[in-house]
């Protein structure tokens, strides 16, 4: 269950960070409104992903996803726009998957 969980989220920040990406170029770079709904779509299938975890409570799970969208993010900077974490970046990305961990995963 904790691997098809972690797949999900995987999923999940895929599909919000890349369709936020989208909307950005879209609107703001001047790729084109066809990109932007591109993005749309994609921030829709984040949403249905979502449903998928296997857990229940949806305050959990939306929870311990906002630190996955935090690794998350940080990777897609470092794969698309150049970005290079400093040791604070990747000492509150290290702090934020703990915190998914706790949240999503501990014994009740």
């Known amino acids: ?4 969980s972690v797949a999900l989220f995987a999923l999940a920040a895929l599909a919000e960070i ?6 950005w170029i ?5 790729r084109g409104a066809w990109v932007a709904v591109l993005g749309g779509i994609a921030l829709a299938a984040y949403g249905v992903i979502a ?10 799970v939306l929870a311990a996803y906002g630190g996955v969208f935090i690794v998350g993010s940080l990777c897609w900077g470092m794969a698309w726009d150049g970005f290079r974490p400093d040791r604070f970046d990747l000492t509150g990305a290290a ?4 915190g998914v961990a706790v949240i ?3 014994p009740r």
Not at 95 to 98: E, S
């Open 26 to 30: 879209g609107l703001r770079e001047g």
């Open 104 to 106: 999503m995963y501990a």
């Open 1 to 4: 269950m904790v691997a098809r």
């Open 51 to 60: 449903t998928l975890q296997p857990a229940n409570e949806f305050g959990r």
């Open 95 to 98: 702090l934020a998957l703990a």
């Open 18 to 23: 890349g369709g936020a990406y989208l909307v």
